[in-house]
């Protein structure tokens, strides 16, 4: 793999979750069947090269972690192997993104867009939320939420409703919306 590698980041491994080895991580893809189609990821962090690891099970836990994913990597056999994989990123290349529907977006080609309406621009997109219940479980059918940076430095929440964009470019980093009458207020 070359240094200058672009990666995508699906999970963030937060815990040791059981006695074999298993961690528990935050979920950062709308694709959790990836760890069941790609059983090959890279571990990522800060000042270290990427490493190579395979899952060789993962899980959907219930109740306080549900929203999250159990991962066990090969070679993690136990709670101290599981306790130095806190705090790694699990990643793929970007290249290996699953293919998109038309219409449908990356969180990172989002983030920093432009957003304009009517030849103004309203600010630029520096994340996007979802919308989850209490156990941080996401609404699959739920509208994500931009969170915009507008040109005065305050925070302003839109809708990524398809009813309002009326010419998203990711590619150049600009999306035009129409919005409701009243939603720059509201966040004001």
Same mark, same amino acid.
């Given at each position: 793999?070359?240094?200058?590698?672009?990666?995508?980041?699906?999970?963030?491994?937060?815990?040791?979750?059981?006695?074999?080895?298993?961690?528990?991580?935050?979920?950062?893809?709308?694709?959790?069947?990836?760890?069941?189609?790609?059983?090959?990821?890279?571990?990522?962090?800060?000042?270290?090269?990427?490493?190579?690891?395979?899952?060789?099970?993962?899980?959907?836990?219930?109740?306080?972690?549900?929203?999250?994913?159990?991962?066990?990597?090969?070679?993690?056999?136990? /709670?101290?192997?599981? *306790?130095?994989?806190? +705090?790694? %990123?699990?990643? &793929? $290349?970007? #290249?290996?993104?699953?293919?998109?529907?038309?219409?449908?977006?990356?969180?990172?080609?989002?983030?920093?867009?432009?957003?304009?309406?009517?030849?103004?621009?309203?600010?630029?997109?520096?994340?996007?939320?979802?919308?989850?219940?209490?156990?941080?479980?996401?609404?699959?059918?739920?509208?994500? /939420?931009?969170?915009? *940076?507008?040109?005065? +430095?305050? %925070?302003?929440? &839109? $809708?990524? #409703?398809?009813?309002?964009?009326?010419?998203?470019?990711?590619?150049?980093?600009?999306?035009?919306?129409?919005?409701?009458?009243?939603?720059?207020?509201?966040?004001?």
């Amino acid at each position: 793999m070359s240094e200058e590698q672009n990666w995508i980041v699906i999970a963030h491994l937060l815990r040791p979750q059981g006695r074999k080895g298993e961690v528990l991580a935050e979920l950062l893809t709308d694709f959790p069947d990836r760890f069941t189609e790609r059983r090959s990821v890279f571990l990522l962090k800060e000042g270290s090269s990427p490493r190579a690891a395979t899952v060789v099970d993962h899980w959907m836990p219930m109740g306080k972690n549900a929203g999250r994913v159990v991962l066990h990597f090969e070679g993690s056999n136990s /709670i101290d192997d599981a *306790e130095k994989l806190a +705090g790694f %990123e699990v990643g &793929i $290349p970007e #290249a290996d993104r699953v293919p998109l529907e038309e219409g449908d977006f990356y969180v990172s080609d989002l983030v920093g867009c432009e957003i304009i309406e009517q030849e103004h621009v309203i600010g630029i997109v520096r994340d996007v939320h979802f919308p989850a219940d209490a156990n941080g479980v996401r609404h699959p059918e739920a509208v994500p /939420i931009l969170v915009v *940076e507008r040109p005065d +430095g305050d %925070e302003l929440l &839109i $809708p990524l #409703a398809k009813a309002f964009l009326t010419k998203p470019d990711v590619a150049n980093k600009r999306i035009e919306m129409t919005l409701p009458d009243g939603l720059l207020e509201i966040n004001g």
